[in-house]
């Protein structure tokens, strides 16, 4: 039987006269093709992330101030935790699985620390004192950011200004006021 594949406003599609089991076969390879899409879409959206981090960070750096660093990360927080609920890739589960089918012993200690910090849902509280804003930060959308952009590996899945500083940025420890990472350690209950 003859058959023939036409494409149409970029969409691939087999005429009428096409051998039925081609259909699976176009299928499945229109459904890899999206999937491919979609992935590096995720990277690209990933890397432009880490590049406007990168950014803002060195104009926090030349600004030299405390309450500029913490306005800084306060504005990129928003702004990832909206990219990160729709990104599928790094849910709590799915993650857990990888990593124990991995058998690597601190992915284990991470899978742990996830489950343990999902279930208890904590909620920090991050108040700036130049505005009446409380930004309250999910902490299983807290883990997501820090398993993207930290040594996740070395450090607990506590979302602290001094890990932030350490991991994410290259601010001095001493330029983090105690009194700032006292306010980002607060936690209330849901």
Same mark, same amino acid.
């Given at each position: @039987? ?8 970029? /969409? ?38 880490? @590049? ?23 504005? @990129? ?9 729709l990104e599928e890739a790094t849910s709590s589960r799915a993650y857990q699985q990888q990593v124990y089918e991995e058998n690597q ?30 930004v309250n930060e999910d902490k299983d959308i807290a883990r997501v950011f820090m398993s993207h952009y930290s040594r996740i590996y ?29 306010? /980002? ?6």
């Amino acid at each position: @039987m003859r058959y023939s594949i036409r494409v149409l406003d970029g /969409v691939t599609a087999l005429t009428d006269n096409a051998d039925p089991r081609l259909h699976g076969w176009l299928r499945a390879c229109t459904k890899g093709h999206q999937q491919a899409t979609q992935t590096r879409q995720r990277q690209l959206q990933i890397k432009k992330l880490q @590049m406007a981090i990168d950014k803002a960070t060195d104009e926090c750096i030349k600004s030299g101030g405390q309450e500029a660093a913490r306005r800084n990360l306060n504005q @990129m927080r928003p702004k990832l935790k909206d990219f990160f609920i729709l990104e599928e890739a790094t849910s709590s589960r799915a993650y857990q699985q990888q990593v124990y089918e991995e058998n690597q012993q601190t992915g284990k200690h991470l899978a742990w620390t996830t489950r343990i910090k999902y279930e208890k849902q904590t909620i920090h509280q991050i108040q700036d004192p130049e505005s009446s804003t409380i930004v309250n930060e999910d902490k299983d959308i807290a883990r997501v950011f820090m398993s993207h952009y930290s040594r996740i590996y070395e450090i607990d899945c506590t979302f602290s200004l001094l890990q932030l500083s350490q991991y994410y940025s290259p601010i001095t420890l001493p330029k983090i006021s105690l009194k700032v990472q006292n306010d /980002v350690a607060q936690k209330i209950t849901p």
